[in-house]
């Protein structure tokens, strides 16, 4: 991708799992063409913005290997905004869960759920399979997950079907979650019109910016609303192809360092 029309995002929103890193890289940091291309972008003035779905505490160490000491970073699918420069949050957003809860356990008995302990790790029912967690994790009771507004809900379906859990929240019928389907059977539960997007339009906001100053790459579901909130919206090339469809073109794909070569034809020197 070259730059066209002399237009430079001043925002440029991150992706991680699928973007800065393959999946099977998960516990890795990015490659060093990919630390080195954000970094050229950061150093010629753009705000480098790292909006995901992990967990603050999961996203912190990211930031290090990033060279990342200032600004902003979404965390929890847009639930948690953090100060990258003090390591702490500045905007949460929470949701009661006990009606979710309540539903999903009559609905699949054998799911197990997590709630995040925010800057710690999780709290959950049951055993999740090796690797989908990092942190400190406690076992619990339901009652105690649900003593207090979370920030998400974690659905996981050890021996489920991804789309029939999709199928199972969409019946729902709850009005209090939106869902962001992972890449297994996986369901993550934000409060209501919280996403991504949502968390990028806080971060635009405190630098005097708007959507129309940003590009935004990702790979998966949980990309959407912010490929269609930023000017220029990127799908990786391993991405779905529907997630394709409503980005506003599609790099290389994230084995091949497509972030990289894009950020590249923006700020290459």
Not at 40 to 45: L, M, S, T, V
Not at 236 to 260: F, I, W, Y
């Amino acid at each position: 991708m070259t730059l066209t029309g002399g237009w430079r995002p001043a925002l440029i929103a991150l992706d991680v799992d699928g973007t800065l890193v393959t999946y099977a890289e998960f516990h890795e940091p990015p490659r060093p063409p990919v630390v080195d291309a954000v970094r050229r972008a950061h150093d010629a003035g753009a705000h480098i913005v790292v909006a995901t779905g992990r967990s603050m505490h999961s996203t912190l160490p990211l930031l290090d290997q990033l060279g990342l000491k200032d600004g902003y970073a979404v965390c929890s699918n847009g639930a948690v905004v953090i100060d990258v420069a003090t390591r702490t949050p500045i905007e949460i957003e929470t949701f009661d869960i006990t009606d979710t809860v309540r539903y999903f356990t009559s609905r699949i008995p054998d799911a197990v759920l997590a709630v995040e302990e925010l800057g710690r790790g999780y709290r959950v029912t049951g055993e999740f399979p090796t690797g989908d967690l990092d942190g400190h994790v406690t076992v619990v009771e339901h009652d105690e997950l649900v003593a207090q507004p979370v920030t998400r809900l974690v659905v996981r379906w050890p021996n489920g079907d991804r789309e029939q859990l999709r199928d199972i929240a969409r019946e729902s019928g709850l009005t209090s979650v939106d869902y962001a389907i992972g890449y297994t059977a996986w369901l993550d539960i934000m409060p209501v019109g919280v996403s991504k997007a949502s968390g990028l339009s806080k971060v635009a906001a405190r630098f005097g910016l708007t959507a129309a100053d940003a590009l935004a790459a990702g790979d998966g579901h949980n990309d959407l609303e912010m490929l269609r909130w930023a000017a220029v919206g990127v799908a990786m090339g391993q991405a779905p192809d529907d997630v394709k469809a409503v980005a506003d073109t599609v790099c290389d794909d994230v084995g091949s360092n497509g972030l990289a070569t894009l950020l590249d034809g923006y700020f290459a020197d």
